[in-house]
Structure formats: C-alpha cells, structure tokens
C-alpha cells in the first residue's frame, strides 16, 4: 500500500484537524436554530412553506457539516495509521459516509425524501427557479459521484460479519488511498455547493421569519461536567498505554487473516484434488473449513473493535472522540448480534451455537463459562440499542431523518460504558480465538488420523495384491503410479 510522504500527510492532518474544529463551533449553532424552527412549526396552525423551507434549509446545512465532518474524521485516522488493516479499516469508513451521504441526498430512484428532493420541491412552490435548478443540478452531481466513489457491496460487508470469505477478498481490493482520498474531495465539493444554495436561502428567507422572535440563538455557556468527565476518561485510558496494547493487536490482525484465507484454499483445494480422483472427501474437511470460518468472523469483529477504540485515542477532540464512539458502538451491535444473538431466538443462529456444537478439544481448558456470563451482561440492553445503532449507521432511513437526534446522543454517549464494553468484547473475541485454535489444533490431528489410516488402508490393498501376484516386477511396476497418487493425495 503506497503512501503520501510524511511531511504531505502532516500538512493533511493539520488541515483537517482546523476544519473540524470550524466545523464542531458551527454545528450546535444550527442545531439550535433547526430545533427553533422545528419548534415554530409545531405551534404554527395550518401549512406556511416558507417555514417548511427554512427547516430543510437547515436540515441541509447540519447534513452537509456533518458528512463533511465524518470524511475529515475518518481520513484523519486513515492517514493517522501505520498498519495495512487499519488503513482498509478507515477506507470502508469512508465508503460508509460515500453510500449513507449519497443516500441522504438524493436517495434511491423516485426517492422523494432526499433532501434535495424535498428542497426542489419546496424552492418550486416558492418561485425560486435558480435555486430549483442548482439543486437538481446538485442531484445529478451525487448521482454521479455515487456511480464513481460509492460501492454498496463494501458498504453492506462493513457492516456484517456473516461472509467472511467474501469481506476478506473485498477488502483486499482496498489498496488505493488516492481514490478514497479524490472521493473525499469530490463529496467536499458537493457539500460546499449545498452550503451556498442554503446560505442563500436562509439569508432570504429568515428575516420574514423573525419579526416577533430571532431564530438564530447561539450556543449555551457554563460548566460543563459531562465534557470534563470525558477528559479524564480519555486520559486514563491514553495513561493506560492501551494504545500501544490495541496497536500489537491490529499489527497482527492482516496477517491472522492472510493465513486463515490459506488455510482455507489449501483446504478446498484439497478437496478438489480428492474428487478429481474418485476419492471421498473426509467428513473432517469440512468441520475445517466451517471453524476457519467462524474463526475469520471473531477476527473481523476483534480488530474492527480495537481499529474503533485505537481511532478514538487519536481524536484531537470529544467531539471527535465521539464519532469514534458511534463506530465502537455500531460495531458492538453488529459483533454481539453475530457472536451470541439479542434473544433466544437468535442465540440458535449465532455464531456461539455454531463454536458450542462443534466436538472439540476444549477439555475444560477455556473459561468458556465466564465468557457466556459477559456475552449476557453486554447483551443486556442489545434490542434498546438497536435504534440508536440505526440512527448512527445511516444518515437517513427512509422518512427518518436522523442527524438531529444523532448529534444529541453523541452529547449524552457515556464514553466510559462505551469503552468498557469495548475492551470486555475484544478480551471474549480474545478468547473465543484462542478456544478455536486448539479445535483446529484437534482436527488436524483427526485429519492427520484419518489420512493416515486411509494411506495405510490402500497400501495394504496394494501390498496384499503384490503378495498374491508373488511380487511379479510387472505388476509392481504396473502399480507404481497408484502408489504415488496415494502418497499425493493421503501423504504429508
């Protein structure tokens, strides 16, 4: 993977930390004004359009702050990494804030609740023809970038861990920077021609609004407890050297996996090879194969944990922290729905069942036990969550529109809890590694049992057919090619 030189990197990463600090002095300002509005309509009898423009209007200058926001984030810590699964880690990041931002502002095709839509709509029924026409003219501009930038395979792998065959040989697609990068500034672009078409608009529409009350508030002082507990959470961890702790982890996360994709194409390959020849595949093979499998998934989801918290010990601020925090979270929802299931009913599916069925080595040996009762505590408040999980995947869900009430979780995210649940899940991910090493370790030995029973079997039939031909040398030599297709297929 090629990389910029250091000096242009630093020169990148000052850049963005200055744009998203601009960018967190601006955001609860808008947030106030939207809730203003929002609130006036409420309490306003009857339709007005012109409110209901404002408050798209508004709704467009919070989307395009916070996608802005989200890419200098997320590149940030792209060009902030030194390991290769880090890196693709941040890339389908920014992939994610590509299809979700894409999503927010124009939609699927006939998609009327894309904010562009409902801004065509409403600047048509106003007489705004120029401004009509530079938002449609915006939509295509998304729609082309979406086609170039936005890959929605990527997009729905990031977010399951049921495939990991196919999330490992996508992701290993992910070399390229420079096109993340060109894709972080055509969407910067797009968001800045949306800043001036809403600047305009607000600038002609609010002083009809605001002749009994000023819309445009600023932002509330005083103490702030919550922000400084923060700190001090942020400063434990950073003193608990966990970065360098998280950092051992995703240093051997690409190479864990490069060797479980080997051994998984040896495997197949094996088995190939066996009914080319006639031969029947062992029934261990496949128990092979399925564990090397569940073992991709609790690596996927143990390096993506420890890429979110090693991102969040980066971050130059809370508000920063906390969009770290939104992928630890979205990643604790999608890692504990997949290892152990949010009710009974799932729990069957889950990859939990899957390990617990296998007959294995186990022999007391792992804690297994401890772990359940963790997988219980930490699934404890799994279905409450699921709307916040919701919320903070996507920009928008059909009518929902969810940065709003995003940005207020973001204020009320508990980072300690979230940390902790962190740091409890890549320990289980941990340990649930380390118990399917020693079943593997189990079937080799009972493939290695098996292959050597099946070779001394056709050896015999071999050797006992020379035995009653008196040893002829026809047809030992006649036999010759048999012995070594048994010595491929069944020997070391």
């Known amino acids: 993977m090629v990389d910029a030189s250091p000096e242009s990197i630093q020169h990148l990463i000052k850049n963005s930390e200055k744009a998203l600090a601009q960018i967190e002095v601006s955001l609860p300002l808008i947030l106030e004004t939207r809730q203003a509005v929002a609130e006036t309509i ?67 095709d006939g998609d009327e609740n894309g904010l562009l839509s409902r801004l065509v709509a409403l600047t048509k029924q106003i007489n705004q023809a120029g401004c009509q026409y530079i938002a449609q003219h915006i939509i295509d501009d998304v729609q082309a970038f979406r086609n170039r930038f936005a890959d929605r395979e990527l997009r729905n792998i990031t977010r399951h861990y049921d495939d990991p065959i196919k999330m490992y040989e996508k992701q290993r697609g992910l070399i390229n920077i420079d096109i993340f990068a060109k894709g972080v500034g055509e969407l910067m672009a797009i968001c800045m021609e ?119 010990l980066k971050a130059s601020s809370d508000q920063e ?92 995210m508990v980072h300690l809890k979230e940390l902790m649940d962190a740091m409890r899940l890549l320990r289980i991910c941990k340990t649930l590694d380390d118990y399917m090493l020693s079943l593997l370790s189990y079937m080799d030995s009972k493939q290695r049992q098996e292959k050597q029973k099946q070779y001394n079997e056709w050896k015999g039939k071999i050797d006992g057919l020379v035995a009653k031909t008196g040893n002829d040398k026809r047809v030992i030599e006649v036999l010759k090619p048999m012995r070594k297709l048994i010595d491929i297929v069944f020997g070391d």
């Not at 009857?46 to 997320?74: C, H, I, K, M, P």
């Not at 030194?82 to 999503?103: G, H």
């Not at 031969?279 to 128990?287: G, I, N, R, S």
Request: charged share 25%.
């Open 42 to 108: 409420k309490n306003h009898d009857g339709n007005n359009v012109v409110l209901d423009l404002t408050l798209v209007v508004l709704d467009t200058q919070l989307a395009e702050n916070e996608v802005r926001y989200d890419l200098f984030a997320s590149l940030n810590a792209l060009l902030r990494a030194k390991d290769d699964y880090t890196k693709r880690y941040y890339m389908q990041s920014l992939n994610l804030c590509f299809w979700e931002a894409c999503q927010l502002f124009v939609g699927e």
């Open 194 to 312: 949306l800043n001036v078409v809403s600047s305009f608009l607000l600038k002609l529409l609010v002083p009809s609004q605001m002749k009994t009350r000023n819309l445009v508030t600023s932002s509330k002082g005083g103490f702030d407890m919550k922000g400084m507990f923060n700190d001090v959470v942020f400063k434990a961890f950073k003193e608990k050297n966990l970065e360098s702790e998280v950092q051992r982890v995703l240093d051997m996360g690409q190479k864990s996996l490069d060797e479980c994709y080997g051994r998984y194409g040896a495997c197949c390959k094996g088995v190939e090879l066996l009914r080319e020849k006639g031969c029947q595949e062992p029934e261990v093979f496949d128990k092979i194969r399925s564990l090397i499998r569940m073992r991709m998934e609790t690596l996927f989801l143990r390096h993506d944990i420890a890429c979110s918290v090693w991102g969040y």
């Open 321 to 412: 922290r906390s969009q770290n925090l939104r992928l630890i979270h979205i990643t604790k929802q999608a890692a504990l729905t997949h290892i152990y299931g949010y009710n009974e009913k799932a729990r069957e599916k889950s990859l939990w069942m899957a390990i617990n069925s296998i007959e294995g080595a186990n022999d007391g040996k792992m804690d297994l036990y401890s772990v359940k009762k963790s997988l219980d505590r930490l699934t404890g408040n799994l279905t409450d969550d699921k709307v916040n999980s919701q919320m903070f995947a996507h920009y928008r869900y059909k009518e929902n529109y969810f940065i709003p009430v995003r940005l207020e979780a973001f204020g009320k």
